[in-house]
Every structure is written in C-alpha cells, then in structure tokens.
DNA sequence: TGACATTAAATGTATGTACATTATATTTGC
DNA sequence: GCAAATATAATGTACATACATTTAATGTCA
C-alpha cells in the first residue's frame, strides 16, 4: 500500500516531505514484525541487539561504553537494558579490574543459546520481511547512504 | 558517512540486513534531528504530529479514534499525548454531545499559533535535513512502498 | 601530594511505546 | 425493554528513549 494510503493522507508538500514521512513509517513497519518476532523469546529489539554486539565480542567482554558506540540508538539507555539482560542471566557484570570505573559485561551460554533459537527462525532480515530484490537493496543502501550526507 | 562506519560493523550477512539496519538507523538519525528541532518549542514529534492532524481537521473536532488512524505510529497512547497537549492548553477535550464515548479533540488558538512559529523556522522535512534530489526522493518514496507489500 | 578535571557507569525524571484491562456508553437481538 | 455484545476512551504495567545529574575511579599537574 502506498504511503498516502497507509496514513490517509492524500497529498503531500513535496517528495521530501513525502520520503521523510514514509522513512519513519516504514521503518516502524520493520520494528514491529520484529519485535513480534522476538516475542515468543522473551527479548525486545534493544536487548536483542545488545546480545548480539556481546556475542561478537564473545569471549572478550564489552563495557557500557563499547555497547553504545555499537548500538543503533546511541540516545538509548545501555545500563538499563543490561539490566533486563542480567535479571535473565544472559549476561554477566563484573567490574573491570584494570580500570574499576567500567564493567566488563559477557553474554552467557544462556544467551549465546537463545540467539541461535531466535535466528533458527529465520524472521530476521529476510526476504520475507522486505518485498525487495538485492538490487533494489543496493540502491535503497545508496539513498539511505547519502540521505545523511548532510552539513 | 557508510552505515558500516556509523555502527562499525565492517560485514553485513547480505544487501536484505544491511538494508534492515540502514532504514532503522537512518529512520532514527532523522527522528533525532526533528526532536531537536521541536524542542525549543516544548513540543515532542508525537505532540507535534498529532496538533497536525488536529489543525487538519479545524474547526471541526477529532475523536482519539481518528488520531490514531491518522498516526504515523499507529501503536502510540494517543490518549496519553492528548493530555500533555491539554496541560499546555494547545489542545481542549468535550464529551462528544452526540456520543458520549467518543471525545471532541479541538486544538486552540495557541495551538495553531505555535505550529506556525516551528514552521515558519523551515526545520520541517526540508532539503537541509535530506541530501537527496528530488528524483532520489521519489526512488526512496518507491523502495519503500514496495518495500512493504510482503504478505 | 592534593586540588581539580576527566572518565565511566548508574540513577532520576519526563515522555513515549506496546499491549492488556477496565469503565462507560451505545447498539443489537430476543 | 433488557441482557449481551460492541464501541470508545482511559488506565495499568513493563520497557525504552532522551537527557540531566550523581557517584566513584582515574588522570593531571602545580
């Protein structure tokens, strides 16, 4: 469905408003599929994505700070959502012994085990979720790419 | 700057999640940057969006239920921004007189005031926020709306 | 060394998101 | 006309976002 359509909104100022709009829709559209996704596993998007920058780090430790810088929403709280991560004993804290200012923070077995259940699924960035061909992806890539090229 | 380098993650599985990630970051890149842009004026982009349709339909009044059909997030506690909008007195809230479930939403004159004080800074959905041309606009636009035709 | 700045993470507060539940009002079917 | 179903908004709860402040450890340099 078309974005006019999708928010009733017949007519817009321009393409740009038009894109701008259709951006941020679209890419809560994607946001929600996943998290439905992530449901059945007890895990929202953040913490999901947190576990995965901890498995890439797996064996080594990461510290708040190194979530941040790799995380999606710089903005959001790290601290907190390692939390929910260790309330579930899929991550571990520990203070850092060279430098006791940070923590050092290792995904568990537990949580190593349920990314693998969740990507078993297969929902994750797949055709199935984006009606585009691997041509169309490289060029949606580019735009996005150079849509932020700006000041 | 390449999404590789904004999240640092030098390979992606495939163009499908690199596309995934481009469009939820960059969705939020500009999100950030419209907040800001809202802020001097008290105002969030809910708070914002929803005074929009609102100015929509002025001088008649809108029910929650035609807020949310109208949302750009369809998920979002309309009820919950309308509060905010009436504290600040940009928006008033009547009984519907000819169904008592439903509420009239009116917005204010200070409502229309001040969504023409933030317009009239052009921080709005302009070229400066996006540094595409207007033909890359309507190829994005199209992406997108294909994008989303799964299911 | 000791005052001061800087770094790293946690905490506080307001708002928003996601989804379930509740409270009323209205509609429908008998 | 009245009980049950439905419609409409508000409320409750858990989590996340945005951003300011606090706490504690470390670095710097007179």
Redesign the interface.
């Known amino acids: 469905?078309?974005?006019e359509d999708?928010?009733?909104?017949p007519i817009f100022?321009?393409?740009?408003?038009?894109?701008?709009?259709?951006?941020?829709?679209?890419?809560?559209?994607?946001?929600?599929r996943q998290a439905a996704a992530f449901k059945p596993f007890g895990l929202t998007s953040p913490q999901f994505n947190i576990l995965r920058i901890l498995r890439g780090q797996h064996p080594l430790p990461a510290t708040v700070a190194l979530l941040i810088?790799?995380?999606?929403?710089k903005?959001s709280n790290a601290s907190r959502i390692v939390d929910r991560l260790e309330e579930k004993k899929l991550v571990t804290r520990t203070v850092c012994p060279a430098n006791r200012r940070a923590v050092d923070i290792r995904i568990t077995k537990a949580g190593l085990d349920l990314l693998d259940q969740v990507e078993q699924t297969g929902v994750?960035?797949?055709?199935?979720?984006?009606?585009?061909n691997?041509d169309?992806?490289?060029?949606?890539?580019a735009?996005?790419?150079?849509?932020?090229?700006?000041e």
């Open positions: 469905m078309r974005i999708e928010i009733k909104q100022r321009d393409e740009h408003q038009k894109a701008f709009i259709n951006l941020i829709y679209t890419a809560g559209w994607l946001q929600l810088d790799r995380m999606l929403d903005t994750l960035y797949t055709k199935e979720n984006m009606a585009l691997e169309e992806m490289r060029q949606l890539n735009l996005l790419d150079k849509m932020r090229t700006v």
